[in-house]
């Protein structure tokens, strides 16, 4: 017998008095059979639990007998039941196993227990190209614990000019995109995020959150991202690549790279976003051997400018540097 599936018949004839096998089958995703068998291995190892027969029978603890699971706090179970959630990094089998235990919970513990499970979303998507690892910022625990819990906050917030402002929020969920963490809020005009390094104050209101119906925080986060992403590279550049090169081109671009389909002469349609012409056409430069632009004429008028200049600087080298040029080629 399994200890996940151990667990969690405890808890559930902690939670309902008496159960019967079918109840447990259900709640816990197994065979009506196998559930008995867990019933009669819990009596056989000492467990006191008894089956009454009959009309109205199942299965209880003698006397009412509880276990030290029933010592778990609030905040302990939300704790357990956020590495069940879709963004933890804990094995299939084991996410499994905590979605079985967050069933047999008592309330009030099993709402917020499955809150927990899905306030969390990861990205693994970077914007920009550092690899510098932050520790978690000063408000992490207390917001997540706003989510959670499901009251709104009076959120103080420093933006990127410094400029620091104060607002009410409704926390709907945390994201931890590569080293930085954001928090997903319902505001008076509309879904929002804030970079949680920069909020400099973060007081609950005990006033209930208005969750958007049918509200999905990785849905949503990808949502706001890409408007993110539009708005840090609103300059989109046409090419085409040959095949060979589609690999490179995701590992240098990543989401600004959009893949089309190829073209008559075997060639790959790409779209690449940036930040603006001359800083396209500087990135460019160096992947003319499988990339061909075609549009914007801008870009293409940045890229002649740079192989000109490229040209004029190095075609003409003296002998004796154009000779230690070549015995470093590969």
């Not at 010592?71 to 039941?81: K, M, V, W």
């Not at 920069?198 to 925080?217: W, Y």
């Not at 893949?259 to 460019?284: F, H, M, Q, S």
């Given at each position: 017998?399994?200890?996940?599936?151990?667990?969690?018949?405890?808890?559930?004839?902690?939670?309902r008095e008496q159960v019967t096998a079918?109840?447990?089958?259900?709640?816990?995703?197994?065979?009506?059979?196998?559930?008995?068998?867990?019933?009669?291995?819990?009596?056989?190892?000492?467990?006191?639990?008894?089956?009454?027969?009959?009309?109205?029978?199942?299965?209880?603890?003698?006397?009412?007998?509880?276990?030290?699971?029933?010592?778990?706090?609030?905040?302990?179970?939300?704790?357990?039941?956020?590495?069940?959630?879709?963004?933890?990094?804990?094995?299939?089998?084991?996410?499994?196993?905590?979605?079985?235990?967050?069933?047999?919970?008592?309330?009030?513990?099993?709402?917020?227990?499955?809150?927990?499970?899905?306030?969390?979303?990861?990205?693994?998507?970077?914007?920009?190209?550092?690899?510098?690892?932050?520790?978690?910022?000063?408000?992490?625990?207390?917001?997540?614990?706003?989510?959670?819990?499901?009251?709104?906050?009076?959120?103080?917030?420093?933006?990127?000019?410094?400029?620091?402002?104060?607002?009410?929020?409704?926390?709907?969920?945390?994201?931890?995109?590569?080293?930085?963490w954001y928090l997903v809020s319902d505001?008076?005009?509309?879904?929002?995020?804030?970079?949680?390094?920069?909020?400099?104050?973060?007081?609950?209101?005990?006033?209930?959150?208005?969750?958007?119906?049918?509200?999905?925080?990785?849905?949503?986060?990808?949502?706001?991202?890409?408007?993110?992403?539009?708005?840090?590279?609103?300059?989109?550049?046409?090419?085409?690549?040959?095949?060979?090169?589609?690999?490179?081109?995701?590992?240098?671009?990543?989401?600004?790279?959009?893949?089309?389909?190829?073209?008559?002469?075997?060639?790959?349609?790409?779209?690449?976003?940036?930040?603006?012409?001359?800083?396209?056409?500087?990135?460019?430069?160096?992947?003319?051997?499988?990339?061909?632009?075609?549009?914007?004429?801008?870009?293409?008028?940045?890229?002649?400018?740079?192989?000109?200049?490229?040209?004029?600087?190095?075609?003409?080298?003296?002998?004796?540097?154009?000779?230690?040029?070549?015995?470093?080629?590969?």
């Amino acid at each position: 017998m399994r200890t996940d599936r151990l667990v969690a018949i405890l808890l559930l004839l902690q939670r309902r008095e008496q159960v019967t096998a079918a109840e447990v089958a259900r709640e816990l995703e197994v065979s009506e059979r196998t559930a008995r068998r867990d019933l009669d291995a819990l009596a056989r190892a000492g467990v006191p639990v008894y089956s009454t027969q009959g009309r109205g029978g199942g299965w209880r603890l003698v006397g009412g007998a509880r276990t030290d699971l029933s010592g778990l706090t609030e905040s302990e179970a939300r704790a357990l039941f956020l590495v069940a959630g879709p963004a933890s990094a804990t094995t299939p089998a084991v996410k499994a196993a905590l979605r079985k235990l967050v069933r047999a919970l008592p309330e009030p513990f099993r709402v917020q227990a499955e809150t927990a499970a899905t306030s969390l979303a990861r990205d693994p998507e970077r914007w920009g190209s550092s690899r510098v690892e932050h520790p978690p910022p000063r408000f992490l625990d207390e917001l997540q614990d706003a989510v959670i819990r499901g009251v709104q906050v009076r959120l103080g917030y420093v933006d990127r000019e410094g400029a620091e402002t104060e607002r009410t929020v409704h926390p709907l969920g945390i994201v931890a995109k590569g080293p930085s963490w954001y928090l997903v809020s319902d505001t008076g005009t509309g879904l929002r995020s804030f970079r949680i390094d920069r909020v400099s104050s973060a007081d609950p209101t005990g006033d209930p959150v208005h969750r958007p119906p049918g509200f999905d925080l990785a849905e949503s986060w990808r949502e706001i991202a890409d408007e993110i992403d539009r708005r840090r590279t609103p300059l989109e550049t046409q090419a085409v690549c040959a095949p060979q090169g589609i690999g490179l081109l995701r590992a240098l671009l990543g989401g600004r790279l959009q893949v089309g389909g190829p073209t008559v002469d075997g060639r790959i349609e790409v779209v690449i976003r940036g930040n603006n012409e001359y800083a396209l056409a500087v990135e460019l430069a160096g992947l003319t051997e499988w990339l061909e632009v075609t549009g914007p004429p801008g870009v293409r008028d940045h890229l002649a400018a740079i192989g000109n200049a490229l040209v004029e600087r190095y075609a003409c080298l003296p002998p004796a540097l154009s000779v230690a040029a070549d015995s470093m080629t590969p």
